[in-house]
Nanobody
Framework: QVQLVESGGGLVQTGGSLRLSCAAS????????MAWFRQAPGKERLFVAG????????RYSDSVKGRFVISRDNAKNTLYLQMNNLKPEDTAVYLC??????????????????WGQGTQVTVSS
């Protein structure tokens, strides 16, 4: 019923930029926190960036702070992640997630009930 679909991933060279999108459908409202996580091969899923239900509050992992910007357009049911100055260590599958019980985002995987299938981001060295 609830579906999140990521897009915008691809191959980019070090220092380049990508803009990821996450389209939500089947939701009664967008009044919940959302976030981006990433998972590299052989590693656990890690928090990247989170955004409050209104979009007024954002938070980032230390590894991406100053390079990535999370935003949302609730009227379009879409979450975004602008990634700048990409590094090889950013290579991962990026997944969007929704937390229906909170309006402020957290960094914990277990708090998110809704997940997309992910989009691959590969940064060449």
């Amino acid at each position: 019923q609830v579906q999140l679909v990521e897009s915008g991933g691809g191959l980019v060279q070090t220092g380049g930029s990508l803009r990821l999108s996450c389209a939500a459908s089947g939701l009664t409202s967008m009044n919940y926190a959302m976030a981006w996580f990433r998972q590299a091969p052989g590693k656990e899923r890690l928090f990247v960036a989170g955004i409050s239900s209104t979009g007024l509050s954002t938070r980032y992992s230390d590894s991406v702070k100053g390079r990535f910007v999370i935003s949302r357009d609730n009227a379009k049911n879409t979450l975004y992640l602008q990634m700048n100055n990409l590094k090889p260590e950013d290579t991962a599958v990026y997944l969007c997630a929704g937390d229906p019980r909170r309006t402020l985002s957290t960094q914990y995987v277990t708090n998110y009930d809704y997940w997309g299938q992910g989009t691959q981001v590969t940064v060449s060295s």
